[in-house]
């Protein structure tokens, strides 16, 4: 009796200790089973009334009644009102109405064995309890105190009946009653236990996944808002203006879309660690001022967002003008005072549109706009501003007929091995040249082309030229070629592949396909189809922009990739931040364990090089070693000309490592 009395003592002690959210799961799980709990009440309400009217003692029927008075309002409180007070105040409700309950039932056994005679009413009233006290012992040991309670409550008074005789056949059932309180007092406890180990570990997983869900939806630097967490709530925001009324109501929302001004500056000047104190600088404040009624966001690099709710449109201006005079206040770092101004485009719904992708394009647009118009000022969006999606429609149209006309060509950036320092491949660089707006982006031109359908025979065309001038090069010296998302997503892919290599003579050893994870996410399956399908020709495979994207690493399970490619934005840092030399560390680790070379891109210092020699990449490429050529400038390369020339086509001998 002494251990049992010990072991109640430390489980209430440990029931104490646990969190309110264990403790919120655990109160829940008395009402998990509501049905149980309303048939259990009805039966046992039913059965005392039914011994209660065959005695005909009053007292049997008074506790029937207030049986069936307590049972009715435990299905009332199980059905409807649980839902009200707090965790603690419905545990204490749901207490009292079961050992209430529970101590009615044992009482009435009590009673039936001690004012009748009748054997039948005997048998009814003690099982009757019993099978209470056995079924509420499991259905209520996440409480294991109150099914305890329950327990003794509805089978000691039994005992008690059956001892007070003093004939030996009862004597002996209130025997093994007794030892039936022990034995379901362990179980319970050890129910207890199992329940309470697997629900704080549901818990812990459940607290892990929301902290790491709240992270991915943090800009690690800044600490605001990410990108992927602005449109979320920009989306939830535009659904609930709606539900208000829209126009009728007279409620707005505005978006300010912000880019900093002159940003490179600072970081070519104080180094990128002073970028990023000035971005932290500008999130805080921005934070400070917004964050509580509206949302802040870091959309990337140098651009944030703000969402407001206001009354009027022209309430944005004075959030425009707050938000200048916020971006201008200087940020100190390393005893430098750094400044900066913003520009800012501004779209609001509904005004200037109903859906998040109509009023960030609005707002990119106003954004231009405010970037032409001299910087640190904001635009609010126009309806003329669209004339940027005209010059879109006209290269579009000057784009179609361009391939045959001949105003693409081609140029090659060589990549050099470190080790040796040589040139070890050449990545393909489209151009177009249109006589209508002269020399026009990869930037601008690109997406046009693979909005219209007309990057596949372009893509077409540049492997072809590419492996036709590859196969004049060295045998050891590969090429690389871009592939977009819609040619991956090209059925023919793979033949057009072959029919270039086999058209050009170029081994499929020497040819190296790149795509960058965006390419990836649309179709992950399909994408594993075709790279697969690719290397199954012994056509090489890269990962471009490695380390930008959010899952980055489950790609290195998932695709056969050969070759991966190390960022340009860690490279850039490798001089001044720590953390990037770490990173680069590793992914040159990782990819040779895993069997896969590494190439560095943005290779533009001399610091960075040496770095990078120092992380044993495999390969590098980037303007200190040499600018993207024409084709017979690197022809004249690999003759072993020119190596000293400078101009658009610059070369750096690269010195060998060791």
Not at 53 to 67: K, Q, R, V
Not at 250 to 271: H, I, Q, T
Request: net charge neutral; aromatic share 6%; proline share 4%.
């Amino acid at each position: 009796m002494r251990r049992i009395i010990n072991r109640v003592a430390r489980l209430r002690q440990a029931d104490d200790q646990i969190s309110m959210r264990v403790r919120a799961v655990l109160v829940e799980s008395l009402y998990a089973s509501p049905r149980s709990l309303v048939i259990g009440a009805i039966t046992s309400s039913a059965i005392a009334a039914v011994v209660a009217a065959a005695s005909g003692d009053d007292w049997l029927i008074g506790c029937a009644m207030g049986i069936a008075a307590v049972g009715l309002g435990r299905i009332v409180d199980t059905l409807w009102a649980r839902r009200a007070g707090t965790i603690r105040q419905q545990e204490r409700g749901y207490r009292l109405g079961a050992l209430s309950y529970a101590a009615l039932l044992g009482l009435f056994g009590l009673l039936t064995l001690t004012r009748t005679q009748d054997g039948t009413l005997h048998l009814l009233s003690v099982t009757t309890a019993i099978g209470y006290a056995a079924g509420i012992a499991g259905r209520n040991a996440g409480r294991p105190l109150i099914a305890l309670s329950q327990l003794c409550c509805a089978s000691l008074p039994l005992a008690v009946g059956l001892l007070l005789p003093l004939e030996p056949l009862k004597a002996l059932m209130a025997a093994v009653i007794l030892l039936f309180v022990v034995a379901m007092m362990d179980i319970t406890q050890q129910t207890y236990a199992a329940i309470l180990r697997a629900t704080v570990a549901s818990q812990e997983k459940a607290a892990l996944a929301d902290h790491h869900a709240e992270l991915a939806r943090r800009d690690d630097l800044t600490g605001v808002s990410n990108r992927t967490a602005f449109r979320e709530h920009f989306e939830e925001r535009l659904r609930a203006l709606a539900g208000s009324g829209g126009p009728s109501s007279g409620k707005k929302l505005a978006l300010l879309w912000l880019d900093l001004d002159r940003f490179k500056e600072v970081n070519d000047s104080f180094g990128h660690l002073a970028g990023n104190a000035l971005l932290v600088g500008v999130a805080r404040r921005l934070s400070e001022q917004f964050a509580r009624e509206g949302i802040v966001a870091r959309l990337g690099g140098d651009e944030f967002a703000v969402l407001c709710d206001i009354d009027h449109a022209e309430a944005a201006g004075g959030i425009g003008t707050t938000i200048l005079d916020l971006v201008r206040q200087p940020v100190g770092f390393s005893g430098h005072i750094l400044r900066t101004s913003a520009s800012i485009g501004v779209a609001i719904a509904p005004d200037d549109g109903n859906d998040a992708d109509t009023l960030l394009k609005n707002a990119d647009l106003a954004l231009y706009r405010a970037k032409e118009n001299g910087r640190g000022r904001f635009f609010l969006y126009e309806p003329v501003m669209d004339e940027k999606i005209e010059r879109r429609r006209q290269l579009a149209a000057a784009m179609d007929g361009a391939l045959e006309r001949g105003e693409f060509h081609l140029l090659f950036q060589p990549i050099f091995r470190l080790a040796q320092g040589s040139i070890t491949s050449c990545e393909t660089l489209l151009r177009w040249n249109s006589p209508q707006f002269g020399p026009v982006s990869p930037g601008e031109f690109i997406p046009i082309a693979e909005e219209n359908g007309l990057i596949v025979p372009i893509g077409d065309w540049v492997l072809r030229q590419a492996c036709r001038e590859a196969s004049a090069w060295p045998s050891d010296v590969t090429i690389a070629v871009n592939l977009s998302p819609v040619q991956l997503r090209t059925p023919d892919l793979t033949g057009a592949v072959t029919r270039a290599l086999r058209d050009s003579g170029l081994p499929p050893q020497r040819l190296t396909l790149e795509v960058t994870e965006t390419v990836l996410l649309d179709d992950v399956e399909r994408s594993i189809d075709v790279l697969t399908a690719l290397n199954r020709i012994q056509v090489c495979t890269t990962l471009d922009d490695f380390g930008t994207g959010y899952s980055s690493l489950s790609y290195l399970t998932q695709f056969p990739f050969q070759t991966l490619k190390i960022d340009r934005s860690f490279v850039i840092d490798l001089e001044h931040n720590p953390a990037s030399v770490a990173i680069v560390q590793t992914i040159v680790e990782l990819a040779a364990k895993l069997g896969m070379r590494t190439v560095a891109e943005g290779v533009e210092t001399q610091a960075q090089l040496e770095q990078l020699q120092r992380t044993r990449c495999d390969s590098v490429q980037g303007f200190l070693l040499a600018r993207p050529m024409p084709a017979e400038r690197l022809t004249a390369l690999f003759a072993g000309l020119g190596m000293a020339e400078d101009g658009p086509g610059k070369v750096v001998a690269l010195p060998r490592a060791g």
